[in-house]
């Protein structure tokens, strides 16, 4: 499956805002981009997340004790989004492998932020060794491009 750079660009841009917490370039950029983009960029930004945890979970799918392990770390390095253990838990276990909507997972404010900021703490937290949190992105994307085609 082909990742589209219009969708890829901001997501990256997002992840970086997040992790550097430049709350005000974050807002901005997210802002920027119009609703059928970041459409797409939340639902790329959810596939990254479930190839982190995954991949942080021995290539299978989280168990219960996985997810409470993942949602603790990601709330721990938190400290500028205030991520709540809940919030966080009901995203990866609902929104991104349960399939539900994020804005029924999620208040509809944090709905949209949600997966670039809990995406972001994934990929600075689970690459590989001395990986930078980019070149992890960079090798989940190939690894997308890679599979097939949903459609």
């Known amino acids: 499956m082909r ?3 219009k969708v890829e660009e901001p997501t990256r841009d997002l992840y970086g805002h997040a992790l550097r917490a430049e709350h005000e370039d974050f807002q901005k950029r997210l802002a920027s981009v119009d609703g059928e983009t ?3 960029a939340m639902s790329l930004a959810s596939t990254i997340a479930a190839y982190v945890c995954i991949d942080a979970c021995g290539g299978q799918r989280p168990t219960e004790d996985e997810f409470s392990t993942l949602t ?13 253990a809940k ?7 609902n929104g991104v492998f349960g399939g539900q909507a994020l804005h ?3 208040h509809p404010k944090d709905a949209v932020r949600f997966p670039f ?10 690459s ?3 990986q930078a949190w980019w070149d992890y992105l960079d090798q989940i994307e190939t690894a997308i491009e890679a599979g097939p085609d949903p459609s």
């Open 3 to 5: 990742i589209d750079p």
């Open 117 to 126: 900021i809990v995406g972001a703490y994934l990929l600075a937290g689970y």
């Open 87 to 93: 919030e966080v838990h009901d995203y990866l276990v």
């Open 38 to 40: 970041i459409s797409e």
């Open 128 to 130: 590989h060794d001395d």
């Open 72 to 84: 603790d770390n990601i709330v721990s390095a938190d400290s500028e989004y205030s991520l709540t």
């Open 104 to 106: 029924e997972v999620l």
